[in-house]
């Protein structure tokens, strides 16, 4: 207690944080210093949110201590948290949209006149002098929130949170939507407010950002703990390395399979395309009977990239060509019909059908892309679900066994042969070996290879274990804030080189 007192402005200690099945934060730590930027570290899934939604009152502990300005407490509430001081600006600006800056600033504060009527001309001058002296902005507080820009709505989010006496300002995801001068903008304001003494806990998943503005790194990893370091005396490699849980070794060279040998034909390119927080302008291209792997930490914007060349999140600028041809893709069916494929991460949720057959879920792709109006043959239908059981070597009982009553390693190779049943000429396989045993990974594995080797098909492999990546891809497109930020090729795919090319520090022919 005393050090709280002392050095720290929070400390949360030995925080558990257990769901239904679920242990989300086991043993977490976090310190935080008076009028620091600190920035929580993790990739996705590694309890940044949780640790923060623990502090701000919306979960309440399984076990563990917070320490606040001196004294101990348990939020209950967001509210009750603000009401502390703690105030949390997200990604998702959420003020109300509808409402003038001004009412958005002072909402649930709102100066009183006579007879306890709201004095707006006060109200009205206050938001004005706030924006001004605080954060530099002159802008008319009596218009709607919705008629200025998200960066400029963040910032008003941070005037009221600078206006309710916050201590301490959590920003989550701040810069994701905005431009560099922006983010710049925002940088600034955050360093005054250092400067004014507010401690501010910045999550980000922008390496060069975290660099730029952050005292000190906070690292999680799978709910647990890592470590807590100087941001100057923690070089990125190693960064990386604590958030993955990998070590470098310069040495390190893992042997491949006999990899695929593409031609010098592309069948896929894009040129500059960019989906609003989501992409940033990309230029690659993708061979025939090529793997080629996107790497990057979870939340670098791999899956985003994948499904903005599927077509489920389409670019706003920029071009794509399939063949030689320019396309317009507005939907994943455009993409189906240029002979694409996609199975996703989280297959539970956006690719199986549970009480479906494996016969239903593997013809569902092609019985969608020939149209409700044309329905397939039985005969055909149990074809089918034959052929690709026994390509895949599938362990069913029969094909009408239904799918959620399959092992996750037989569900995987069912949405495997859903879209190879469509005759793809690009296979996009978001992490597809996840969550699945060591020898189905293999076949999978070796699949990818086989399918670009052998019919000469194009294949998109994304996998958070690096040393699939190297094991499967000839080229790797190094992902990183959402970007495109370097290739290997051949021989200088390695588990070191992957590391080092996503924390900047490779240096290699490309």
């Not at 938001?127 to 998200?150: C, H, M, Q, T």
């Not at 939340?299 to 063949?323: C, H």
Request: hydrophobic share 40%; proline share 3%.
């Amino acid at each position: 207690m005393s050090e709280a007192k002392g050095d720290f402005i929070l400390q949360m200690k030995d925080i558990d944080m257990f769901f239904p099945g679920v242990k989300a934060l086991q043993g977490a730590r976090f310190n935080l210093k008076p009028g620091e930027i600190h920035s929580l570290m993790g990739e996705n899934g590694a309890g940044k949110s949780t640790l923060v939604k623990v502090l701000t009152g919306v979960y309440e502990k399984t076990n563990g201590q917070i320490y606040y300005d001196g004294r101990y407490i348990t939020p209950h509430s967001p509210l009750e948290s603000q009401q502390m001081g703690i105030s949390t600006v997200y990604q998702e600006v959420n003020l109300c949209a509808n409402l003038t800056v001004a009412e958005n600033i002072y909402i649930g504060r709102e100066p009183r006149g006579r007879f306890g009527a709201i004095d707006w001309g006060t109200m009205s001058a206050q938001a004005s002098r706030l924006l001004s002296e605080k954060l530099g902005l002159d802008i008319d507080v009596d218009k709607v929130l919705n008629f200025y820009p998200v960066a400029m709505q963040q910032m008003i989010a941070i005037a009221r949170a600078i206006d309710t006496k916050c201590k301490i300002l959590i920003l989550d995801e701040p810069t994701s939507s905005l431009s560099d001068r922006e983010t710049e903008r925002l940088f600034k304001i955050m360093r005054q407010l250092k400067a004014d003494g507010i401690s501010i806990i910045f999550i980000s998943h922008f390496l060069e950002q975290i660099y730029t503005i952050c005292d000190r790194i906070t690292v999680l990893r799978d709910g647990h703990y890592i470590g807590e370091y100087e941001t100057r005396d923690l070089p990125r490699i190693q960064l990386i390395s604590k958030m993955m849980g990998k070590e470098v070794d310069e040495n390190q060279i893992e042997s491949n399979v006999d990899k695929s040998r593409p031609s010098e034909e592309n069948f896929i390119e894009t040129e500059a395309v960019t989906v609003p927080g989501k992409v940033n302008s990309l230029s690659m291209s993708i061979k025939k009977g090529e793997v080629v792997g996107f790497a990057g930490l979870l939340g670098s914007g791999r899956t985003e990239i994948a499904e903005m060349l599927f077509g489920i999140t389409p670019g706003t600028s920029g071009t794509i060509k399939v063949d030689g041809v320019e396309v317009s893709v507005k939907s994943p069916m455009d993409q189906m019909m240029n002979r694409l494929a996609f199975c996703p991460e989280d297959r539970k949720v956006q690719a199986v059908v549970g009480d479906l057959s494996v016969r239903e879920n593997i013809i569902l792709a092609l019985q969608a892309k020939d149209g409700m109006f044309r329905h397939m043959p039985r005969a055909r239908q149990n074809e089918l679900a034959d052929y690709y059981i026994d390509l895949l070597r599938i362990k069913v009982s029969d094909r009408e066994q239904r799918l959620k009553n399959l092992s996750g390693g037989n569900q995987q190779k069912v949405i495997i042969a859903r879209w190879l049943a469509t005759e793809p000429n690009l296979l996009i396989l978001d992490e597809p070996t996840r969550g699945i045993d060591v020898g189905t990974k293999s076949e999978i594995e070796a699949l990818a290879v086989r399918l670009a080797k052998e019919k000469g098909m194009s294949v998109v492999f994304i996998s958070g274990e690096m040393g699939e990546m190297v094991r499967t891809c000839s080229r790797l497109l190094i992902i990183r804030d959402h970007e495109k930020i370097t290739e290997l090729r051949d021989s200088e795919i390695s588990t070191a080189h992957i590391m080092q090319a996503i924390a900047g520090d490779y240096h290699g022919s490309n």
